[in-house]
């Protein structure tokens, strides 16, 4: 079973910044990709930003230039270094990583347990 385990998520003021890291725990699996998505109050979850093992990266128009994705393979980990923090990234934040198990080759993706972000004055 694979834990992932968030942090870095907290209270910043407009044009601050924040950096989220996620860790996966566990052996036996390939990590095929990890992403970040956020979900504001009354909104549906949305993809901020992705980043294959073999670092292809994609983001969210509204984060581009702001925010930037980061993997440590070696320790199953990824990052988003948010900055230039708007009001309107307040949205509890979570890790998403899609696996392989080596030994059955199965494929599954886990979730982490979410951060709030909150951009406020």
């Known amino acids: 079973q694979v834990q992932l385990v968030e942090s870095g998520g907290g209270l910043v003021q407009p044009g601050g910044s924040l950096r989220l890291s996620c860790a996966a725990s566990?052996?036996?699996?390939?990590?095929?990709?990890m992403a970040w998505y956020r979900q504001a109050p009354g909104k549906q979850r949305e993809l901020v930003a992705r980043?294959?093992?073999?670092?292809?990266?994609n983001y969210a128009d509204s984060v581009k230039g702001r925010f930037t994705i980061s993997g440590d393979n070696a320790k199953n980990t990824v990052y988003l270094q948010m900055n230039s923090l708007k009001p309107e990234d307040t949205a509890v934040y979570s890790c998403?990583?899609?696996?392989?198990?080596?030994?059955?080759?199965?494929?599954?993706?886990?979730w982490g347990q979410g951060t709030q972000v909150t951009v406020s004055s």
């Open positions: 566990g052996s036996s699996f390939r990590i095929i990709d």
């Open positions: 980043i294959t093992r073999g670092g292809t990266i």
């Open positions: 998403n990583v899609d696996l392989i198990y080596y030994a059955s080759g199965t494929r599954k993706d886990y």
